[in-house]
C-alpha cells in the first residue's frame, strides 16, 4: 500500500536509509539535499519505507503543483525491493496533483504506454579504465582542445571559492537563462556549501596565464559516480578549449576512484553531442509532464 506522508511526518531516518540502500540511490533524493533545493516536498512511500518516491510542490492561485527544482538532475522512485510497481507510484501522484512536470531517474525501466511520461536523454561515460583509454576514446576536436589549453598555460584549481564559481555562472550562462532568479542562487549557494561540508562536492576552476577565471564547476559525488551540477566559461574567452579542459581535468581526477562521470544531461542536440565527444554513451530516462487543469488554468505555472 502507498501513502502520502508530508514532510513534517515523514521517518526521515527510515526514509534516508532507503534512499542510501537503493538501487537507484541518488543524491538529489536525501532529505537534507530536498531540504535545500525545493520550496516543499512530501514522499509516497510503500509499506515501511520499502520504497518511496520523493515529490517537490509549489502552491500558486491555491492549487499545488509539482515542479522540478532548479539544481536537481533526478527524482522518481527509489527501491529496496527488486521489482516495484511503478504505475502504482504513478496513479498515487496524479490523483493528489492535477498538474505534474518531475524526472525520474534513469535506474528505472521506461514505461512507454503511458501518455504522461517524456523520453529524455542524458551522457553517461564510464571511467574505469585508466585515464589514458579514455583519453584515447575522446574525439579529434577534443584532443585538439586539449593541446590548445596545453599551450595556453591554462591551469586548474581544486577547492577554488564557490561565490567565484556562483558569479561566473551568472555572469554567462545565466544571462542566458534569465528565468533563474536571485533565490535560486542563493539556494545554489547553500547546496555547494552543505555538500562541500559533508564532502560530496568539489569544486574546480580553471585559470589562464594571466591569473584570470575561464572556467568553473562543481561537482556532486555520491558512490561510484561523478556528476556535473553546475558550470560555466567565460563566454569572451572561449578560444583556447577551456570548458574541455576542465571536464578532462575532473575526468582525470575522478577515475581513479569512480566508475562513472555524469554530464548532467542534455536532450539538445548540439550540447549533448559536445558531451558524446568525450566518449560517453547517451542513456535514457523520462520525465513526467502531466497537465490535468480547466482549461483556463492550463498555463498557470507560469
Known amino acids: 500500500m502507498i501513502k502520502y506522508v508530508k514532510r513534517k511526518d515523514l521517518d526521515v531516518i527510515?526514509?534516508?536509509?532507503?534512499?542510501?540502500?537503493?538501487?537507484?540511490?541518488?543524491?538529489?533524493?536525501?532529505?537534507?539535499?530536498?531540504?535545500?533545493?525545493t520550496d516543499n516536498w512530501d514522499v509516497l512511500?510503500?509499506?515501511?519505507?520499502?520504497?518511496v518516491m520523493p515529490i517537490s510542490w509549489r502552491k500558486k492561485f491555491g492549487i499545488k503543483y509539482v515542479?522540478?527544482?532548479?539544481?536537481?538532475?533526478?527524482?522518481?522512485?527509489?527501491s529496496l525491493v527488486e521489482k516495484v510497481d511503478l504505475s502504482a507510484f504513478y496513479k498515487v501522484l496524479l490523483k493528489n496533483f492535477r498538474f505534474v512536470e518531475t524526472k525520474?531517474?534513469?535506474?528505472?525501466?521506461?514505461?512507454?504506454?503511458e501518455q504522461f511520461l517524456v523520453d529524455k536523454k542524458v551522457q553517461i561515460l564510464t571511467i574505469q579504465e585508466p585515464y589514458e583509454a579514455v583519453f584515447n576514446n575522446y574525439r579529434k576536436d577534443r584532443k585538439k582542445d586539449i593541446i590548445?589549453?596545453?599551450?595556453?598555460?591554462?591551469?586548474?584549481?581544486?577547492?577554488?571559492?564557490?561565490?567565484?564559481?556562483?558569479q561566473l555562472f551568472k555572469n554567462n550562462v545565466g544571462k542566458r537563462t534569465p528565468f533563474i532568479i536571485d533565490k535560486?542562487?542563493?539556494?545554489?549557494?547553500?547546496?555547494?556549501?552543505?555538500?562541500?561540508?559533508?564532502?560530496?562536492?568539489?569544486?574546480?576552476?580553471i585559470y589562464n596565464k594571466e591569473n584570470e577565471l575561464v572556467a568553473s564547476g562543481f561537482f556532486l559525488k555520491h558512490k561510484k559516480c561523478v556528476t556535473i551540477l553546475v558550470s560555466s566559461t567565460d563566454f569572451e574567452q572561449r578560444k583556447n578549449g577551456e570548458?574541455?579542459?576542465l571536464i578532462d581535468r575532473a575526468i582525470f581526477k575522478y577515475q581513479k576512484n569512480f566508475k562513472c562521470f555524469n554530464f548532467g544531461g542534455s536532450s539538445i542536440t548540439s550540447i549533448a553531442k559536445y558531451f558524446?565527444?568525450?566518449?560517453?554513451?547517451?542513456?535514457?530516462?523520462?520525465?513526467?509532464?502531466?497537465?490535468?487543469?480547466?482549461?483556463?488554468?492550463?498555463?498557470?505555472?507560469?
Do not use: M
Not at 45 to 51: I, N, R, S, T
Not at 187 to 205: A, F, H, Y
Open 276 to 302: 558524446l565527444s568525450f566518449g560517453s554513451k547517451n542513456l535514457e530516462y523520462q520525465q513526467i509532464k502531466y497537465n490535468n487543469l480547466p482549461f483556463l488554468l492550463k498555463l498557470f505555472k507560469r
Open 14 to 37: 527510515k526514509y534516508d536509509d532507503c534512499i542510501e540502500k537503493s538501487k537507484q540511490s541518488r543524491i538529489y533524493a536525501f532529505s537534507w539535499y530536498l531540504d535545500i533545493v
Open 104 to 113: 525520474l531517474n534513469t535506474d528505472l525501466p521506461l514505461q512507454k504506454k
Open 243 to 245: 570548458n574541455t579542459f
Open 45 to 51: 512511500v510503500l509499506y515501511d519505507y520499502k520504497a
Open 67 to 78: 515542479y522540478p527544482p532548479f539544481w536537481l538532475i533526478e527524482l522518481g522512485v527509489f
Open 148 to 166: 590548445k589549453a596545453k599551450r595556453a598555460d591554462l591551469t586548474e584549481k581544486w577547492q577554488d571559492n564557490h561565490e567565484k564559481l556562483i
Open 184 to 205: 535560486d542562487y542563493q539556494v545554489l549557494e547553500n547546496l555547494i556549501k552543505t555538500c562541500i561540508q559533508k564532502r560530496v562536492g568539489e569544486i574546480l576552476s
